[in-house]
C-alpha cells in the first residue's frame, strides 16, 4: 500500500476509531492488528479483553457466569474504549445485538466483514477454539445466528466481502473501502 494514500486516509480518518464487526470466523481478530500497525492506531480485541479481565477464557465466562454478563461486560468494555482516540476494535460477533452498543459504536466507523459462510464454517470447523454459541450442530447453529443478525451487521457504515483472501489483502480492502467512503 502506497505511503502517500495511507498518510492521507490517517489524515481523512481524524482519528475516529474503526468498529469491525461480523460474524464469528470472519477474520475480525486476524485483520484488525494488520489495520491498526497499517493506520499507526492502536488494537484492542475486546474478547481478548473480557477474558483478561476476567481471567477466564469466553467458553468459561459463558458457562460459569452466563450470556448476560458477558453482554454488560462488552458494553462496558466499549465504554471506555470510546474515550481513546485512533483505536482498531476487534469486536465479538454479538456485539451489535445491543441497542446500547450502537450509540458507542457509531462514534467511531463500523466496518462488517461480511464473509462467504462457506468459508466461515470451514475456518470454524478446523478451530479447536469452540465458541460457545456454537455447541451442537455447528452449521445449523451458525445458520439461525446469522438469519437473526445480518439485518442488524447490514446497518454498519461499510460492508467489506470477506472470501478466501488473507489478511493483508483484507486489510487493504478495508482501506480502500474507507477511502472511497470518506470522499463520497
Ligand atoms: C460471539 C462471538 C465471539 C465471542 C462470543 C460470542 C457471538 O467472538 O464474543 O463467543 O455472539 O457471535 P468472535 O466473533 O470473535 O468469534
Given at each position: 500500500?502506497?505511503?502517500?494514500?495511507?498518510?492521507?486516509?490517517?489524515?481523512?480518518?481524524?482519528?475516529?476509531?474503526?468498529?469491525?464487526?461480523?460474524?464469528?470466523?470472519?477474520?475480525?481478530?486476524?485483520?484488525?492488528?494488520?489495520?491498526?500497525?497499517?493506520?499507526?492506531?492502536?488494537?484492542?480485541?475486546?474478547?481478548?479483553?473480557?477474558?483478561?479481565?476476567?481471567?477466564?477464557?469466553?467458553?468459561?465466562?459463558?458457562?460459569?457466569?452466563?450470556?448476560?454478563?458477558?453482554?454488560?461486560?462488552?458494553?462496558?468494555?466499549?465504554?471506555?474504549?470510546?474515550?481513546?482516540?485512533?483505536?482498531?476494535?476487534?469486536?465479538?460477533?454479538?456485539?451489535?445485538?445491543?441497542?446500547?452498543?450502537?450509540?458507542?459504536?457509531?462514534?467511531?466507523?463500523?466496518?462488517?466483514?461480511?464473509?462467504?459462510?462457506?468459508?466461515?464454517?470451514?475456518?470454524?470447523?478446523?478451530?479447536?477454539?469452540?465458541?460457545?454459541?456454537?455447541?451442537?450442530?455447528?452449521?445449523?447453529?451458525?445458520?439461525?445466528?446469522?438469519?437473526?443478525?445480518?439485518?442488524?451487521?447490514?446497518?454498519?457504515?461499510?460492508?467489506?466481502?470477506?472470501n478466501n483472501e488473507g489478511v493483508k489483502n483484507v486489510a487493504e480492502k478495508i482501506l480502500n473501502t474507507l477511502h472511497k467512503e470518506i470522499n463520497n
Amino acid at each position: 500500500m502506497e505511503r502517500n494514500f495511507t498518510n492521507g486516509l490517517i489524515k481523512e480518518l481524524r482519528g475516529r476509531s474503526i468498529f469491525l464487526i461480523g460474524m464469528m470466523g470472519s477474520g475480525k481478530s486476524s485483520t484488525g492488528p494488520v489495520l491498526a500497525e497499517i493506520l499507526k492506531y492502536k488494537y484492542v480485541d475486546l474478547d481478548v479483553l473480557i477474558e483478561k479481565l476476567t481471567k477466564k477464557t469466553i467458553d468459561k465466562v459463558f458457562s460459569e457466569e452466563g450470556e448476560e454478563y458477558f453482554r454488560d461486560l462488552e458494553t462496558q468494555c466499549l465504554q471506555e474504549i470510546i474515550k481513546l482516540p485512533s483505536v482498531v476494535v476487534s469486536t465479538g460477533g454479538g456485539v451489535v445485538l445491543k441497542k446500547e452498543n450502537w450509540g458507542i459504536l457509531r462514534q467511531g466507523i463500523i466496518v462488517w466483514l461480511d464473509i462467504n459462510k462457506e468459508i466461515a464454517l470451514n475456518r470454524l470447523n478446523s478451530k479447536d477454539n469452540i465458541r460457545p454459541l456454537l455447541k451442537g450442530n455447528i452449521d445449523v447453529k451458525y445458520e439461525e445466528i446469522f438469519e437473526t443478525r445480518k439485518d442488524i451487521y447490514a446497518q454498519a457504515d461499510l460492508r467489506v466481502e470477506i472470501n478466501n483472501e488473507g489478511v493483508k489483502n483484507v486489510a487493504e480492502k478495508i482501506l480502500n473501502t474507507l477511502h472511497k467512503e470518506i470522499n463520497n
